[in-house]
């Protein structure tokens, strides 16, 4: 799916692959114009025991798998100016266990009761092609969530409603029934949410930098 963000004054193009909503938001935030290319691959087939090394792979698979996309309809062979691919991945690590999205509501259940009274942390990647020039840049940062008791009753409409599911350790801070459950956020809430604001700017500003040099 390609979504077109109605543009402002900018002298490069970027394309979000990702059909996250919250890296959309958080991305239209930061002030860009984007197109939207959703990356198409097997994220269970890549395993890494680090969850820094994890996402890393999972966000460079995903640029890989849109790059290769993007050649096959010749695509790349139009760009004329600086292209931004913008990737990223997000884990959630709980009691050194790494949680991906979950794939059942038992599994989901789980992954929410354990974080009632308790804590997750989120170690989430960004990686930025620099379509014109090949250079590529990345990097990771983790940020921890403390949470109050969450009642049941939270967690049973969360799974109802199914966006559990959708992110990884079924934990999604934005959520108007979760919110109000954040006792403390120990980093930035963007990098819970999918995309570190700070981190996306500097790989950017570094891919582009590159593409002048």
């Known amino acids: 799916m390609d979504v077109r963000i109605p ?3 900018q002298n490069f193009e970027i394309i979000l692959g990702s059909s996250s909503k919250a890296r959309r938001e958080i991305l239209a935030e930061m002030g860009y114009d984007f197109t939207i290319l959703s990356a198409d691959i097997d994220e269970k087939s890549i395993r890494k025991e680090k969850p820094e090394d994890l996402v890393m792979a999972l966000a460079e698979a995903k640029a890989d798998a849109i790059m290769k996309k993007l050649n096959r309809t010749a695509q790349v062979e139009d760009i004329s100016r600086s292209t931004l691919l913008i990737t990223a ?16 509501a038992e599994e989901a259940r789980q992954f929410i009761r354990d974080y009632s009274g308790g804590s997750g942390k989120v170690v989430g990647s960004v990686v930025v092609t620099n379509l014109v020039t090949g250079s590529r840049k990345g990097g990771w940062e983790s940020a921890e969530v403390y949470f109050l008791d969450i009642p049941d009753e939270v967690i049973d409409s969360l799974i109802e409603e199914g966006i559990t ?33 700070t981190l996306t700017e500097k790989l950017m500003q570094e891919a582009l930098v590159e593409s002048m040099v």
């Open 165 to 197: 599911f959708n992110v990884a350790g079924g934990l999604m801070l934005e959520h108007p029934l979760i919110l109000p459950l954040v006792d403390t956020v120990v980093g930035t809430a963007d990098c819970v949410m999918g995309l570190s604001k």
């Open 7 to 9: 543009p402002k004054n």
């Open 89 to 104: 991945d997000t884990v959630v690590v709980y009691q050194g266990t790494i949680r991906e999205k979950p794939t059942s």
